[in-house]
Nanobody
Framework: QVQLVESGGGLVQAGGSLRLSCAAS????????MGWFRQAPGKEQDFVAT????????YYADAVLGRFTISRDNAKNAVYLQMNSLKPEDSAVYYC?????????????????WGQGTQVTVSS
């Protein structure tokens, strides 16, 4: 059984930065693509970023392109999301997810395992 645990969320002022981490246990993530999604209260879950199993291919939602960076460390079985120039509209619960495929995936339906989420709140 794969378990994903996010950390690094918190309260930050607009313009600030946070780095989210996602640690996995149960099996290696090195053959799976990974993704970050977010959900704000009363809104649908949105795709944020995805990275291929190798780490070489990355895709971002337009809303975060140029501000967020997804990365992974397969040796540590972990995935990260560096968030810079944060805006109040970035406030949401952020979820880490693991796909059973090696290629990048942007739809939640392509992910098999999910973390419990970490809250990010950006004040204006």
């Amino acid at each position: 059984q794969v378990q994903l645990v996010e950390s690094g969320g918190g309260l930050v002022q607009a313009g600030g930065s946070l780095r989210l981490s996602c640690a996995a246990s149960g099996r290696t993530l090195s053959t799976w693509s990974m993704g970050w999604f977010r959900q704000a209260p009363g809104k649908e879950q949105d795709f944020v970023a995805t990275v291929s199993s190798s780490g070489f291919v990355r895709y971002y939602a337009d809303a975060v392109l140029g501000r967020f960076t997804i990365s992974r460390d397969n040796a540590k079985n972990a995935v990260y999301l560096q968030m810079n120039s944060l805006k109040p509209e970035d406030s949401a619960v952020y979820y880490c997810a693991a796909s059973l495929k090696s290629v990048v995936a942007r739809s939640p339906s392509e992910y098999a395992y999910w973390g419990q989420g970490t809250q990010v709140t950006v004040s204006s």
